[in-house]
Nanobody
């Protein structure tokens, strides 16, 4: 089991910045990927950014050049730096840990952090 605790959400004006943090604890196996998803009201949850243990990253197109994901493996913590925020970035942001055990994919989720961007 993996437990994820997020922090850092809030209200910011358009063009502003926020940083989300997510501390992971429990069974953090080698190869665990960490990421951030978001879910806006009335929409499906979508991948925002993901980072492997080795540091390979991928981003959804709408945040490329504005958001930066990073991780500290020693602290089992993943961060999401969000710059030049737009009202369409408003959503609940969820931390995700993804593991593969005997060929089975396991996903763990944080409780969610509200990010609201005002115009």
């Amino acid at each position: 089991q993996v437990q994820l605790v997020e922090s850092g959400g809030g209200l910011v004006q358009s063009g502003g910045s926020l940083r989300l943090s997510c501390a992971a604890s429990g069974s953090i196996f080698s190869g665990t990927a960490l990421g951030w998803y978001r879910q806006a009201a009335g929409a499906q949850r979508e991948l925002v950014a993901r980072i492997t243990e080795g540091g390979t990253t991928n981003y959804t197109d709408s945040v490329k050049g504005r958001f930066t994901i990073s991780r500290d493996n020693a602290k089992n913590t993943v961060y999401l730096r969000m710059d030049n925020l737009k009202p369409e970035d408003t959503a609940v942001y969820y931390c995700n840990a993804q593991q593969w055990i005997l060929g089975t994919e396991l996903n763990y989720w944080g409780q969610g952090a509200q990010v609201t961007v005002s115009s």
